[in-house]
């Protein structure tokens, strides 16, 4: 079963975001790393789901999107393809995982993630 693994937030102001999310909830955000900042929501003893603030691009310019790891990105990538779903970007390698941005039948973006 695959799991939702991270989020990720777009904004046109990332910084702005940051601060809001920092101050409101108390999430611990780092500074950027290629414009994405690194969000920690929990600790050891209170389990969260960590993610990231970045400058959304033109085709997701403000929102959320859930990653979902996946043991194999190219067949998840087929199997949303063949049941409706279109894909945004496809398959990106980065040094420790893979990355693709997809948008299910209904209008609902969301990112896979395959750890090497």
């Known amino acids: ?12 102001d990332p910084e702005k975001a940051a601060h809001f999310y920092s101050t409101v909830f108390g999430w611990e955000v780092a500074e950027p790393n290629w414009g994405y900042h690194p969000v920690t929501t929990g600790t050891e ?10 400058k959304g691009p033109s085709d ?4 959320t999107r859930i990653q979902i790891e996946v043991d194999d990105i190219e067949d998840s990538i087929k ?18 995982f893979y990355l693709a941005y997809l948008v299910d039948p209904t209008g609902i973006g969301f990112g896979l993630i395959q750890y090497k």
């Open 79 to 96: 199997k949303t393809a063949q049941n409706g779903g279109q894909i945004v970007r496809d398959k990106m390698e980065f040094d420790d």
């Open 45 to 54: 003893d209170k389990a969260g789901i960590n993610g990231g603030i970045s």
């Open 1 to 12: 079963m695959s799991r939702v693994v991270l989020f990720e937030i777009n904004s046109q």
């Open 60 to 63: 997701f310019p403000q929102g």
